[in-house]
């Protein structure tokens, strides 16, 4: 088996909901109806491997709806690793765990950027950095950018809007299609970093071997502090301690078993007095809150008839005023010409006054008999209240020698055994804690391990190892038989003058045409599936190469023909699309491979790893195998 990188499990996780998808070494293919989910399986693994686009819960609303989370337990070079990363809160954040998904609870992650897993898998793979030169947008300067991971990534997982399309290898984003030939060559080993970046390299890991001694040297200290050094102590504490949880659960276990019986024999009365109780008490505070109405509006009435009877006090002073008053006694003069002016009080004032006094009078009137109304409810509320809390108070009596007949027989025993459940689960958390930094330390001394080499590799570099010329011609000679040979073998005639892998773009051409001008969606898919195969297997014959040993394809059979005799260039006639799944399943012996497929051919139906349905919830969410159900059945 050639593998550097091995997909393990993708797992789904929500507060109910739970479904691990485990894949086997060679072939697994995932197949069933339209929009049943499968494409999100291929989706959920590049997402965990550090894919920018956020999955679209709106499109994909089951997932949105049951999960929260997603796992990928990976094998990379032999050594087991598990990501995980939210699909709705926190997405740009990467949890990596230095284990498996069945002990993620003891150990504490790495946390990286999605933009950094890549340095993070390339360090692991012992795969140097490698920057490309390139010229500034907008600007005559140039700058470099680094080929990471999710640039090999291109050529391990073609999804079903690139597979057969113009699209193949995103060459249609201007930002990534210069990027494709550098991408070949370090999957090959056809380039090697400059003298400057070498240096740069062994500088940054000395440094980090450096960070990661300090960080470890730092944990020793808190755990020398603590008096837990020795981790197999600790591990034995922590199981004698969860013995010791578990027997006093045990016991609470039957106390409360205890405590249920004894309350069933009364059951029916204890369930009577108790929702009388509730009852007394809804009844209560409705009466309450209708006796806070009335006082609140006997306020407000009684507050107006104040302002009422100060407002007929002024008009009735108002109205003495005018009757003392003479106007015809007293003398005016003209403002203008200062002569004598007569004056006479107008009798529609008095009148006016009069009848404004009558009105006030007859508001006032009303007033007091609206307030008198609210007076005698009001005591009738208070009667009522009174009355409501006297039942109110048998019921609660009767209730609590219910409770303390059903719970003080046993209510010391389950304090005491909370106290010792407590006790031990705060020294639980404390020695799990402890163990977690013993991990911690094991992954930092990994790390140093796998910088070490890192380091000693780029030391071998820096004295002078290039790439002969003749390495890049074994290269592209074995690519090239294989590519031929797969075109012939998927009914393609071809020509090795005509039909070839460019040696300036390292792209496959067919008839002197590149992958990115043909027409047909079934050759060009051809011609793209015999392309990655030929690298594929030069991977297996040069298992150092940087090709990770992994194929993802998504939907095989959008270019399949109905049978032998259609004639749209478009499609793929039905022996070559046998001819594909041949292949995939003798290339299936060496690497892992994880099809998309609707409707697979007869020979691969062994290779079947999941069918998903789009009804009922059979599909990609499937509340048959929810996991979480299970463990509480």
């Known amino acids: 088996m050639i ?77 087991t690793y598990t990501l995980r990363r939210d699909l709705k809160q926190n997405t740009t954040k990467i949890h990596i765990y230095y284990t498996d998904s069945q002990q993620l609870s003891s150990f504490i992650p790495k946390i990286v950027d999605y933009k950094d897993l890549s340095r993070f898998i390339l360090d692991i793979l012992e795969i140097p950095e490698f920057k490309r030169i390139k010229n500034k947008a907008h600007d005559t300067t140039k700058t470099t950018e680094s080929i990471s991971f999710r640039d090999m990534l291109r050529f391990v997982y073609i999804n079903q809007h690139e597979l057969g399309t113009k699209n193949f290898l995103n060459s249609e984003n201007s930002f990534v299609k210069p990027k494709n030939k550098p991408t070949f060559q370090l999957l090959h080993k056809l380039i090697n970093p400059d003298l400057d970046a070498l240096i740069q390299q062994i500088v940054d890991n000395e440094n980090k071997i450096k960070l990661l001694e300090r960080e470890i040297e ?49 059951n029916k009365l204890y369930n009577e007095v108790k929702l009388e109780v509730i009852n007394q008490a809804r009844e209560l505070s409705n ?100 009355k409501v809390k006297g039942r109110k108070d048998i019921y609660d009596v009767a209730f609590k020698e219910f ?95 005509v039909d070839y892998i460019n040696t300036d773009s390292y792209m496959p051409y067919y008839h002197d045409a590149s992958v990115f001008d043909h027409e047909s969606g079934g050759l060009v898919m051809c011609i793209q599936i015999a392309y990655l195969g030929a690298i594929l297997k030069l991977k297996i014959d040069q298992p150092e190469l940087n090709h990770p040993g992994l194929l993802m394809f998504d939907t095989v059979s959008k270019y399949l023909g109905i049978n032998s005799d259609v004639t749209d260039d478009e499609r793929l006639d039905p022996q070559s699309y046998r001819a594909i799944y041949s292949f995939l399943i003798e ?11 609707n409707t697979p051919p007869e020979i691969a139906s062994e290779f079947i790893k999941y069918e998903f349905y789009r009804n009922d919830l059979k599909g990609f969410i499937n509340m048959d195998l929810n996991e979480k159900m299970k463990s509480l059945e």
């Not at 008839?305 to 006694?329: C, P, R």
Request: proline share 2%; glycine share 2%; with cysteine.
């Open 218 to 266: 730092s944990l020793n200290q808190y755990l020398k502090e603590r008096d837990a050094e020795d981790q197999l102590l600790l591990l034995t504490e922590l199981n004698n301690i969860s013995d010791k949880i578990n027997r006093k659960k045990s016991e609470k276990k039957k106390l409360l078993q205890q405590i249920s019986d004894k309350k069933s024999e009364n």
């Open 3 to 79: 593998q550097s990188i091995r997909i393990k499990k993708l797992i789904v996780e929500g507060d109910y909901y739970k479904r691990t998808f485990p894949f086997t070494l060679g072939l697994n293919i995932i197949s069933g109806d339209s929009y049943s989910g499968k494409s999100l399986i291929l989706k959920l693994i590049d997402y965990c491997l550090g894919d920018k686009e956020k999955i679209n819960l709106n499109v994909q609303k089951e997932l949105g709806q049951f999960c929260d989370h997603v796992f990928l337990e990976l094998v990379i070079m032999g050594n």
């Open 587 to 597: 290339l299936q012996d060496n690497v892992q491979i994880i099809i998309v497929d």
């Open 403 to 497: 409770s303390e007949n059903f719970e003080t027989p046993f209510l010391a025993e389950i304090e005491v055994l909370n106290s010792f459940i407590s006790s031990f689960q705060n020294n639980e958390n404390l020695i799990k804690e402890f163990v977690r930094v013993h991990k911690k330390i094991e992954e930092k001394n990994n790390e140093i391990s796998s910088a070490e080499k890192t380091l000693e590799r780029l030391r071998a570099q820096e004295q002078g190892l290039r790439v002969e010329g003749k390495v890049e011609e074994n290269v592209l000679e074995f690519l090239n038989k294989e590519y031929r040979a797969l075109l012939k073998k998927f009914n393609f005639s071809t020509d090795p003058l």
């Open 287 to 386: 009466m309450e809150e209708l006796r806070r109405s009335i006082q609140f509006s006997l306020s407000s009435k009684r507050n107006l008839l104040n302002d009422y009877n100060k407002e007929l006090e002024e008009m009735v002073a108002t109205k003495e005023a005018f009757f003392h008053y003479k106007y015809d006694h007293h003398e005016h003069h003209c403002p203008l010409c200062d002569s004598m002016i007569k004056m006479n009080l107008p009798a529609e004032s008095q009148e006016s006054i009069n009848q404004a006094i009558s009105q006030l009078n007859k508001k006032i009137s009303t007033l007091v008999s609206s307030i008198q109304q609210n007076e005698s409810a009001l005591n009738e509320a208070n009667s009522y209240i009174k």
